[in-house]
């Protein structure tokens, strides 16, 4: 899973993507509204925004992803408001849920998983089927009839992206963000992926039907 901060608390944010990456989740931050109207970002599977930034309206912002990009993936909004009248109006504008500051990361990530559950349709137990396979994201390992086979943490990253979206056109420039976490795509070369790729296919067998579209996309079937 991927998920962009928006926080311009510069330490919070690092501290927030460095509790995140432990619980297996790629992050990417801006640290203001300017930055990330500007980038090249892609559609993250949830959103952590700060509605305090100096450079943007709040209302904005969730305008800005829902109205111009056309983008529904979930939204967590924080502020140090405590006003009932604008939490509600803001869940109404397009926020599935809010934090009021200052709040603890293990509530943060308690709520991201709840939303992640609900709106990926993943089971309560939080675990993805994928043939003879059982991905389980809480403990973040992959099984076969109830055998751990053993991936690296990349490894684990794409399988989780191509199982959780499969029969979907996958492209390098989405597993280099999803998977490494890189907004530079010249950072990530062709052979990093296919070293992954191919310890997957090794470890995964047959039964891990991924098949490879032009040497540019990807699609598990």
């Known amino acids: 899973m991927y998920i962009t901060i928006i926080e311009d608390e510069k330490l919070l944010a690092e501290n927030i993507a460095k509790r995140l990456k432990k619980q297996w989740f790629n992050?990417?931050?801006?640290?203001?509204?300017?930055n990330f109207i500007k980038s090249e970002f892609i559609k993250p599977d949830l959103f952590i925004i700060d509605l305090s930034l100096w450079d943007w309206n709040w209302f904005e912002v969730i305008k800005y992803i829902r109205d111009i990009k056309k983008?529904?993936?979930?939204i967590i909004i924080t502020t140090?408001?405590?006003?009932?009248?604008?939490?509600?109006?803001?869940?109404?504008l397009g926020a599935d849920d809010y934090l009021t500051k200052p709040y603890s990361i293990e509530e943060l990530i308690a709520r991201i998983k709840v939303i992640i559950r609900r709106s990926y349709k993943i089971s309560s137990n939080s675990k993805i089927k994928y043939n003879n396979f059982i991905f389980d994201l809480d403990k973040q390992i992959i099984t076969k009839n109830d055998k751990e086979i053993p991936l690296s943490n990349k490894e684990?990253?794409?399988?989780?992206?191509?199982i959780s979206?499969?029969?979907?056109i996958i492209s390098k420039e989405d597993i280099i963000k999803k998977v490494w976490g890189e907004i530079d795509l010249l950072n990530v070369s062709d052979n990093?992926?296919?070293?992954?790729?191919?310890n997957i296919r090794k470890k995964l067998w047959k039964e891990f039907n991924l098949k490879t579209i032009k040497n540019k996309w990807y699609i598990l079937k």
Not at 71 to 74: E, K, L, Q, V
Not at 156 to 162: D, I, R, S, T
Not at 192 to 198: A, G, R
């Open 192 to 198: 990093n992926i296919m070293v992954v790729i191919s």
């Open 80 to 92: 140090a408001y405590n006003d009932l009248e604008k939490k509600l109006y803001w869940l109404n």
């Open 27 to 34: 992050t990417s931050i801006y640290n203001s509204y300017n």
């Open 71 to 74: 983008i529904d993936t979930p």
């Open 156 to 162: 684990l990253n794409l399988v989780h992206l191509l």
């Open 165 to 168: 979206n499969k029969w979907k």
